[in-house]
């Protein structure tokens, strides 16, 4: 089982970033999958999930309507879409595999908004 997270890096608040995941080692398809964010000093922070058929979709109010989680099953990928971003959305993204914000996750990516 294995998920790789990239896609993070520096940037301006009210830019953009997307966030992708590549899952392998299990049946992708067959989960639903999430985002959880850790910010420094913080604990884990539930953003976004998906339903495994991506047709059903759930965000946290603090990024709703600015971040939409969506999946390529063909691909093995999970993706988030980060739009307006603020400088309170500074954390290590990580994609987790279901719906537990503490089930298993990769190594994560940095994301930096600065003001």
């Known amino acids: 089982l294995q998920l790789v997270e990239s896609g993070g890096g520096l940037v301006q608040a009210g830019g953009s970033l997307r966030l992708s995941c590549a899952a392998s080692?299990?049946?992708?398809?067959?989960?639903?999958m999430s985002w959880v964010r850790q910010a420094r000093g913080e604990g884990l922070e539930w953003v976004s999930t998906?339903?495994?058929?991506?047709?059903?979709?759930r965000d946290a109010d603090s990024v709703k309507g600015r971040f939409t989680i969506s999946r390529d099953n063909a691909k093995g990928t999970l993706y988030l879409q980060m739009n307006s971003l603020k400088p309170d959305d500074t954390a290590v993204y990580y994609c987790?595999?279901?719906?537990?914000?503490?089930?298993?996750r990769g190594q994560g990516t940095q994301v930096t908004v600065s003001s």
């Open positions: 987790v595999k279901g719906v537990d914000r503490l089930g298993y």
């Open positions: 080692g299990f049946a992708f398809s067959s989960y639903a």
């Open positions: 998906i339903n495994s058929g991506g047709s059903i979709t």
